[in-house]
């Protein structure tokens, strides 16, 4: 038995709320002897610290450094070992593309096609405006290929998605993609049977996707990779009997949570809009995922002066998440993102759970060092999930 | 390889002694800013913490709240999400009802049914002495059925639990049980063709038991669920090559052991009597298990200053235990029970490992607090077995 099949069994709906705050990337790394929360000033996320139960979250294990995706599923109680989602769904989830159960999807690059071999890849990494404007062509010059409707969504520079859709498509596909420089085009080819028609549609778009950009100086083709449809992954309300809202302002949160069966709500890009939408909606749901973005892409800028602003920030908002008095509060990370690394970490992030059911400990700020002489100790971030159910008095008992 | 693969393997027979002090429910949860172990005067249990490795652990894994039967399992080494014990059993060896290996046995209720529906699933709580005379009535009018044995053991108010006796009995049925009132009686059903013939004997001494009863005015018929057997477990004795005695004054508890193999010694209701116990028997055993109730009855009843009081009784017995010098002493709880919460709980069980081969840590007393700073960590339940042999050198070494 694991935690889905336990949570099916015991999770039963109350009253009780419950908020869980994401601050991406939360966790960092000593620049100047302090880390971005040492050197933070945050009164309100250290008043949370000294009423909650602390501790420090793996979000895989010991020394893994996870994608957002991985991470996310973690915290939501799914094993990131057990569900793993493609690199083209989740590409095309955070380009907001919109993902229908019957729909395949790939990550895209525009690369150079010369003498009959690949020979850049990233199509010398064109501008935005020129890959907006090829998506544009394409989507209106090739738009259908047996039936299979077709749109590209541009991403940044060489980047794009590719969607197919149509009944009967399937994902088990190799990659349309030389993998390296210097080589020919290369055909995506069907892993299994069911795949063939699939297979035949994509290769049939590609070779007239090269026709139409022949005359282009350096986008005179495209690769595809990461094939990938909607996962089949339980949703919240069915694992756990809640009625689950997110409250994100970037495309990749919003489709992860989408994923999950989560009410995606309606939120502007700045943070306020978080908090509003919150307040607006509190009396409508009972579990709610707050995602704020600016730590994480701070410390992937390795900025770590914007880190400590971010981590200033959110904290000037826990007084209207403490106002609402919820039943559960959780603020953590997905992972680390320490400025020094300039990107996603393997390091522990720290955890702190405020509840009239938690046990208190002695810790008296947000920090790295502090949360990890907490009393949940260090554990794995699926066990987030069990948590905050228990504390919330969701969860029956197990056995006699 | 799991840890049961592990011990058959490593495990050996020593003169060594284990005693493992389980004060169920021990840990809480404060109120009034102290939970019960910081609330209470317990200078003998405090001593244990100095002298010993302290640290919390996890029955079943974070957030999950345990019935006595699985905490207990874990505690053994068993892993509980492995080894699941049917109610039926739990119920039958807390009402200290014997269970053989052949026996099916069953969760009763006494129920009311008018119209040939079934109004009231407790029979409007009937008295405990009513349900003793039905009890003793149908025991003597019904005592078999096609060559089984049938013997009822009544319990509080509505509450009985049914054996069946024969060889061939299955419990792979279905409960017989409408589950809501205002609904017809329902049949157990065989759930394999094996049950096929228990289903009929089951279902026949329903219907004789009904007609038996008609003229009650409140308990005219039963519902019977949790069917189940003996399970199949393996010994302490074959695992671990242990002598182990189990040193308990609740049914229940003695029960368990007597599923595991252990020796249930002879023990009087009141807590020097499980001295007594283990002073008499120290000789002829390695292991003792002993179980203190009525910090879990306190907390149960959301008596704090009751709760408060049992860990004051048990710890003017804890000389008598260090007076014996066993190579290893652990001083730990199956589960929570926070007088606040009114019953178990998911939260870590403080822990205290005293041995000349523990490392020392800086624990000065016998809260949740402290123990969750201790070097033991934060572990599952299931580890202290493994712990507990290797302090007390009865496991060899694991590959070369």
Redesign the interface.
Known sequence: ???ED?ARE?AYTTDSKIVLLVCDGLGGLPVGGRTELEAARKPNLDEVARLGACGVTDPVFMGITPGSGPAHLALFGYDPLRYQLGRGILEALGSGVEVGRNDVVARGNFATLKGGLVVDRRAGRIPTTENERLCAMINAGLPKQEGAEIALTPGKEHRFVARFRAEGLSDVLSDADPQKDGKPRVQAAALKPKAGRTAVIINRFLDELTALLKDEPKANTALLRGFSKFPSIPHLAELYKLRPAAIANYPMYKGLAKLLGMDVLDVGAETPDLFDALEREYKNHDFFYVHFKRTDAAGEDGNFERKVAAIEEIDRFIPRLLALKPDVLVITSDHSTPALLRGHSWHPNPFVLVSP?A????VKTLTEIECA???????RSI?A???????ALK??????
Do not use: C, S, V
């Not at 999930?385 to 504390?391: G, I, N």
């Open positions: 038995m694991n935690w336990i015991l059911n046990q208190p400990d002695g002489g907490g009393t949940l100790g260090r554990f066990y999930m069990p948590l905050m159910l228990a504390h969860l029956k008992k197990f056995g006699a």
